[in-house]
């Protein structure tokens, strides 16, 4: 295997790694502030129908990636009213929002299949983004440079700023942050928008990146990898990089195997991987010393009313 | 004047019949709206899923047969919503009851006999409880999260399928297809009615409504499972086991999506092939909540969500409604029902009149544990 | 309450029943001789109509049907139709609802498809793809799809440089197989040493994993790609990455305008205009159809302006013998990969033998 297949499979690594990254990125956050939104998946397909539409329509696939997190966003604002507003159940909002959006954009979408669009291709020079060896660094989407900078960003707003602290108060005891004064709900609302526009600009990704079309159910069940990587990375957006990445690989890897003629190992059981992985994780890090309850958040899913 | 929401001291018994009502009516008119503006027949589109099956005899048998696994799989998880064991692996429980049914069914393929068919049932169960087991080891063990835990192995419990069919289970006279044999008469459930579709598995349906609410509004268990569902340190401080409450509430989800997996697999399937898992076990989610987490209302819920299922197909072919339409209406129902939920549990009231009386105790029913 | 109400409604049904089965005509026979002015026509889909894929160009044969016998004709179809008693259910409510002919199009239908043939004499059946049917309401009708994948394997060969092709695969069913089959040993007929690489993606429709996919075929030395998955993802990197690619059921080209060369296209239209028509005159019966090229239920897409004018005559060479029956891909010698001869020299593999087909030929890694 010589080096310029290496940087290939690698860029393979990072754009199978990239929308996982970016979904599970907003999942963590709703989730760190007490909430579980099961829509992933619904609004990955609301935020690829969306670029692909904005991207055909305005020409600009940038436009698109915008466009979908405004819209995939706005549909997990109708999972914040129902679950915060109404205090109603997260677990069946959330389910409802993924049947909701796997309906919707396949409504909406149905004038857009059959065509293609630009891809949303690398933003430097030809010169470094073409270039055989130098393109491991430069040659990729924006959205996956995005990704990484947006690790960054979540884990320094959680650890080191002081919204992030409410944020995590309120995931922890929304009744004690309450009563110190936190905005437990409009907190809330807040990560709930975020982790939309965050799953919106993940289903871009597929839309506009890894195969520039739509047809129905495009992300085909990604959504439910990003919820599981952020149980998979126990709540930390370091360890969930590194998890989406490790997924890439592990995935990548196995398809270069077969592709080399060397696998042997039933597909079937490739496919239900990340989810034994993730059920693994969970037993592995509650019998250690760290106990899982302290990794998830307290409130996780649980239904806040400020009763005075 | 201000509209504010205020927690009733007693949830509304009113509500609880007329909330999934206002729900349905709800979306009714919105969707006719939307799907007006959309450029469909908006009311075509009502009438043909929610209005025309009702007023054909041919659908009955269909709506029955739909309903009768969604209303098994919702009734079980029913008993662990009540007590905030969060079972959302039902879809992985029923398909490993009827790969469990479907392997007696292949060991007893040569022979004969009534014992067959009540065996396979059994393993079904069995086998749905087994799964069931795997997040109910995991939450009492190592406190994992069950909502996690049970999902996940919704996919494990595909591929398992997966493999199987398509693997050792392959018909060897079906030309490579992955798909198993058919089953044998002695393996295949009898119709209750003759000449129609409805198979042993629609009456079982009704008599298990019948029993959980005998279970849960008359017994012991059933009231400690509902206080833990209310108010686990009451519950914790008044003895009772909150590991005990896990396992029933997990073992009958799984048993009973279990039993739906294998009556869908020697009922209507007759064999067992990839296409076996259609998301009953996400349906009876909804099932469960629009039915109110009551036994019966989940009975007629079920048929509601079945009525959405076969009208929806009359939909297409009538008036070019895409399939995805159908999702939608589905989707917008939930969300005006978990809306109209609220009216239980809280009432409207205008806050510049009514000063708000301080409610002690949390509101009754579900997802309301914040204690822990 | 809720009892009463449903021990009506089961009686209701019956008596309903009871009803439909005396106005039935005496014999299946009967409902078929009969020359009629309009056909109701009915369509199954496994997938959605905007797969743009295997369901899309059933629907595409749909639209063919109704632009070909116009008013003569009334077209419904239910997509997104689950394998198993949902097929049942639709199939019986297109029965009910009075539709003459009723397609269903995925070989999951097959069994429920017997079933409801059974219960409905007086409606005609056709099945796609399986292997059941019976004497007088429901044929069989499948695509030679192989013969196809024979002209993409001619291709594959003469443009490739390197020497071997990257296969996107679904699940190793008989139809699938067959194709795989075809391409190597047209590819191997140009270049004996021809090397084709498949990989199994487990999935009908992953289009971010048959990406994937076809990334690591073009990184282990394929330089063209194939595919028997449904989207276009494989052609879309095959553009990307500048190498040789092919439609899948549909012309795709306008998703990758110079690594498409051609594209198998499942021509369904003129079967159903055959079965409806045959419906009008009063004389259907039951078919088992497999047809290919000759009988036009398979077409391949016009070659890419960019294929080499050798590489175009070579492949319509292939269209022209097979149209002909001169060309037949699977006659002897064939050998096995592990060099064993399976088929001897001159002689052809049977359509049974091919209908559950389950090795791979010489040079086929798998």
């Known amino acids: 295997m010589n080096a310029a297949i290496l940087v290939s499979i690698l860029m393979t690594v990072a754009a199978a790694a990239t929308p996982l990254l970016l979904a599970a990125l907003g999942e963590l956050v709703v989730e760190k502030s007490g909430v579980l939104n099961l829509g992933v998946e619904g609004m990955m397909l609301i935020g690829a129908v969306t670029a692909f539409a904005v991207s055909v329509t305005t020409g600009s696939p940038a436009l698109g990636a915008i466009a979908s997190m405004v819209t995939a966003a706005a549909a997990s604002g109708i999972f914040a009213a129902l679950t915060l507003g109404l205090a109603s159940n997260q677990v069946a909002t959330g389910l409802a929002l993924t049947i909701f959006g796997t309906g919707i954009s396949a409504l909406a979408g149905a004038p857009y299949v059959g065509i293609t669009t630009t891809r949303l291709g690398p933003i430097f020079p030809d010169a470094l983004a073409d270039d055989p060896y130098w393109r491991l660094i430069f040659g990729h989407s924006p959205l996956v440079y995005i990704a990484l900078l947006m690790t960054l960003a979540v884990w320094w707003f959680l650890k080191h700023s002081r919204s992030g602290l409410i944020l995590r108060a309120v995931g922890e005891s929304d009744d004690a942050a309450h009563s110190i004064g936190y905005p437990v709900l409009k907190v809330r609302a807040l990560a709930i928008l975020f982790g939309g526009a965050m799953a919106g600009l993940a289903g871009s990704f597929y839309s506009l990146v890894v195969t520039p079309m739509w047809a129905e159910r495009l992300t085909a069940g990604r959504g439910w990898i990003a919820i599981a990587l952020v149980v998979f990375a126990s709540w930390r957006p370091g360890r969930l990089a590194a998890g989406a990445y490790l997924f890439g690989a592990v995935i990548t890897l196995e398809l270069q195997a077969k592709a080399a003629g060397l696998s042997a190992l039933a597909p079937e059981f490739m496919s239900s991987l990340p989810y034994l992985a993730t059920i693994a994780v969970l037993v592995m890090i509650s019998a250690g010393r760290r106990s899982i309850k302290n990794a998830a958040p307290a409130c996780l899913g649980k239904p806040f009313r400020a009763s005075a | ?372 | 309450m809720f009892l009463t109400s449903r021990r009506r409604m089961i009686a209701g049904a019956l008596s309903l029943a009871a009803a439909s089965a005396l106005a039935m005509p005496a014999s299946a026979q009967e409902a078929f001789s009969k020359p009629k002015d309009q056909v109701k026509a009915a369509f199954v889909y496994v997938g959605p109509v905007g797969d743009y894929g295997y369901s899309f160009a059933h629907d595409q044969g749909r639209k063919y049907l109704e632009e070909k016998l116009g008013d003569k004709v009334k077209t419904t179809f239910v997509e997104n139709v689950a394998e198993g008693p949902d097929t049942e259910r639709v199939l019986r409510q297109l029965a009910q609802d009075g539709n003459d002919i009723i397609f269903s199009t995925s070989f999951g239908f097959m069994n429920p498809t017997v079933k409801v043939a059974k219960e409905f004499p007086n409606v005609a059946f056709d099945h796609a793809t399986g292997y059941k049917k019976n004497d007088t309401n429901m044929g069989i009708y499948n695509s030679r799809f192989y013969q196809g994948r024979a002209v993409l394997g001619t291709i594959a060969a003469m443009m490739s440089k390197t020497g071997k092709a990257g296969y996107v695969a679904s699940f190793p069913i008989p139809e699938v197989v067959m194709g795989i089959d075809a391409f190597t040993l047209a590819a191997r007929k140009v270049n004996p040493d021809f090397q084709v690489q498949v990989v199994w993606v487990n999935s009908w429709y992953d289009p971010a994993k048959e990406a994937d996919a076809t990334k690591a075929l073009l990184d282990q030395g394929a330089d063209v790609i194939t595919q028997h998955t449904d989207s276009p993802a494989p052609l879309q990197v095959a553009e990307e990455r500048g190498a040789v690619a092919f439609g899948q059921a549909w012309d795709m080209s306008s998703f990758a305008p110079n690594a498409h060369m051609t594209a198998i296209v499942d021509h369904w239209g003129p079967y159903y205009v055959e079965e409806v028509q045959a419906l009008l005159d009063g004389k259907w019966a039951p078919r088992d159809i497999w047809g290919g090229m000759k009988e036009d239920i398979l077409e391949m897409a016009p070659f890419n302006p960019k294929m080499p004018d050798d590489v175009k005559a070579a492949a319509q060479k292939v269209i022209d013998e097979t149209k002909a029956g001169t060309y037949e891909i699977f006659t002897g010698p064939i050998k096995d990969q592990n060099g064993e001869l399976k088929v001897k020299d001159g002689e052809k593999i049977p359509d049974g033998d091919l209908l559950k087909l389950d090795w791979y030929v010489e040079g086929v890694k798998s």
């Open chain 2, 1 to 372: 004047m201000v509209l504010r929401l205020e927690a009733r001291r007693e949830p509304s018994t009113l509500m609880v019949f007329a909330s999934p009502a206002i729900a349905v009516v709800t979306t009714l008119v919105v969707g006719a709206a939307l799907f007006t503006l959309l450029g469909y027949d908006g009311i075509g589109a009502v009438m043909k899923i929610f209005v025309e099956p009702l007023f054909n005899p041919y659908r009955w048998q269909d709506l029955l047969v739909k309903a009768a696994p969604l209303a098994m799989i919702a009734l079980g998880l029913s008993i662990g919503f009540r007590a905030n064991v969060w079972n959302i692996g039902a879809e992985g429980q029923y398909v490993v009851g009827g790969l469990a049914g479907t392997g007696v069914a292949l060991l007893t393929y040569e022979m004969s006999g009534y014992w067959i068919l009540p065996a396979m049932i059994l393993a079904g169960i069995l086998g749905g409880m087994a799964y069931a087991a795997v997040p109910a080891v995991l939450k009492t063990r190592f406190s994992v999260n069950e909502i996690l835990s049970s999902l996940m192995l919704n996919y494990v419990a595909l591929q398992l399928l997966y493999y199987l069919t398509r693997g050792p289970w392959k018909d060897p006279e079906g030309f490579n297809f992955p798909q198993t044999v058919l089953f044998t008469d002695w393996q295949t459930l009898p119709k209750v009615v003759p000449g129609t579709l409805i198979h042993l598995g629609v009456p079982i349906a009704g008599v298990l409504a019948l029993v959980i609410w005998f279970l849960v509004v008359r017994t012991v268990a059933g009231f400690q499972m509902r206080v833990f569902g209310m108010a686990p340190m009451a519950a914790r401080y008044g003895g009772f086991q909150e590991s005990r409450t896990v396992w029933t509430a997990m073992l009958i989800g799984g048993g009973l999506a279990g039993l739906a997996g294998v009556l869908e697999a020697a009922g209507p399937f007759g064999q067992m092939t990839p296409g076996f898992p259609t998301g009953y076990g996400y349906t009876a989610i909804i099932v469960a909540f629009l039915g109110r987490l009551h036994p019966f209302g989940i009975l007629m819920a079920a048929l509601v969500l079945a009525l959405t299922y076969v009208g929806g197909e009359s939909a297409q072919t009538a008036i070019r409604l895409p399939s995805a339409a159908v999702g939608v209406f589905q989707a917008m129902m939930l969300f005006f029902l978990l809306a109209a939920d609220v009216l239980v549990r809280y009432r409207v009231v205008n806050r510049t009149t009514a000063r708000s009386q301080r409610v002690s105790s949390e509101p009754a029913t579900r997802n309301t544990e914040r204690a822990a």
